[in-house]
């Protein structure tokens, strides 16, 4: 939903869309959600990087099922799973807000059977329309091949990737030898696992397939930028660029000694 949202708007208002009114003078976003995108986005940019990243489950059902932006910005990405419209989304979220709670908590006490099995399916349905939504936007592309969509570490460190190529700079925050870094990536979604492969490489020799890489750090690492980058490669037999389909570089600063301890 988020990515949804944050894709859709973005395009069609620019970055700080969460200031933007719609046509008949009512603000886009409430303003409870301009407060929390003011408060927590500068204050931790790596875990809000995107206005729609400090908003709640209820405040992203309220910002799809709003019936002029539906109308305007989420109806042809969402119709093909809720065709009775905005009133159909408000619904749905409405019911899956009353779980969310007891589902992320595990509080099994609260909910029956049933209730998972409505979680479930409503949820289902959700990504099943999103996924659609964006494999048809693939197969518009010049290139139809899968992208990286989401980069994690085990820092916190959290970024969108919406660029086929990419260069991640971390400075803020160095890694030390001695310790284990994960690093982390998301594909887009409306690409299945088996349409493709995740590469890893550290100085251009393949270390890992897969999302995940965990790397114990040493001296050889040690430096003012490791040499790391992930790769996307499709299953077709051509590539957006000649040889694989996505990249990511990354700018991570190693430094010689152990990580402080911190004095409690």
């Given at each position: 939903?988020?990515?949804?949202?944050?894709?859709?708007?973005?395009?069609?208002?620019?970055?700080?869309?969460?200031?933007?009114?719609?046509p008949g003078g009512n603000p886009l976003f409430s303003k409870k959600m301009r407060s929390r995108i003011a408060r927590y986005c500068p204050s931790a940019p790596n875990r809000f990087p995107r206005p729609v990243d400090a908003l709640l489950l209820d405040d992203l059902g309220?910002?799809?099922?709003?019936?002029?932006?539906?109308?305007?910005?989420?109806?042809?990405?969402?119709?093909?799973?809720?065709?009775?419209?905005?009133?159909?989304?408000?619904?749905?979220?409405?019911?899956?807000?009353?779980?969310?709670?007891?589902?992320?908590?595990?509080?099994?006490?609260?909910?029956?059977?049933?209730?998972?099995?409505?979680?479930?399916?409503?949820?289902?349905?959700?990504?099943?329309?999103?996924?659609?939504?964006?494999?048809?936007?693939?197969?518009?592309?010049?290139?139809?091949?899968?992208?990286?969509?989401?980069?994690?570490?085990?820092?916190?460190?959290?970024?969108q990737i919406t660029k086929a190529r990419d260069d991640l700079s971390f400075t803020d925050e160095p890694l030390y030898r001695g310790e284990t870094a994960t690093f982390m990536v998301e594909v887009d979604g409306s690409y299945a696992p088996t349409d493709y492969k995740v590469?890893?490489?550290?100085?251009?020799?393949?270390?890992?397939?897969?999302?995940?890489?965990?790397?114990?750090?040493?001296?050889?690492?040690?430096?003012?930028?490791?040499?790391?980058?992930?790769?996307?490669?499709?299953?077709?037999?051509?590539?957006?660029?000649?040889?694989?389909?996505?990249?990511?570089?990354?700018?991570?600063?190693?430094?010689?000694?152990?990580?402080?301890?911190?004095?409690?």
């Amino acid at each position: 939903m988020r990515s949804l949202i944050d894709d859709t708007l973005r395009d069609a208002l620019g970055d700080r869309y969460h200031e933007s009114v719609l046509p008949g003078g009512n603000p886009l976003f409430s303003k409870k959600m301009r407060s929390r995108i003011a408060r927590y986005c500068p204050s931790a940019p790596n875990r809000f990087p995107r206005p729609v990243d400090a908003l709640l489950l209820d405040d992203l059902g309220s910002l799809l099922a709003k019936e002029d932006a539906f109308k305007i910005y989420f109806r042809n990405a969402l119709i093909g799973g809720f065709p009775f419209g905005s009133n159909q989304v408000r619904q749905v979220i409405k019911i899956l807000v009353g779980y969310r709670n007891a589902v992320f908590h595990a509080n099994e006490r609260s909910l029956s059977f049933h209730d998972l099995e409505r979680v479930l399916c409503y949820s289902s349905d959700f990504i099943a329309t999103i996924k659609s939504h964006y494999a048809t936007m693939s197969n518009q592309s010049k290139f139809p091949a899968p992208m990286f969509t989401r980069y994690s570490d085990s820092l916190g460190n959290v970024r969108q990737i919406t660029k086929a190529r990419d260069d991640l700079s971390f400075t803020d925050e160095p890694l030390y030898r001695g310790e284990t870094a994960t690093f982390m990536v998301e594909v887009d979604g409306s690409y299945a696992p088996t349409d493709y492969k995740v590469v890893w490489r550290l100085r251009g020799v393949v270390v890992q397939e897969g999302c995940n890489f965990s790397l114990l750090l040493g001296n050889e690492h040690v430096g003012e930028r490791l040499p790391l980058q992930v790769e996307v490669v499709s299953n077709k037999e051509w590539h957006r660029m000649n040889m694989v389909d996505a990249l990511i570089t990354f700018n991570y600063e190693v430094l010689p000694m152990g990580r402080p301890s911190i004095e409690t």
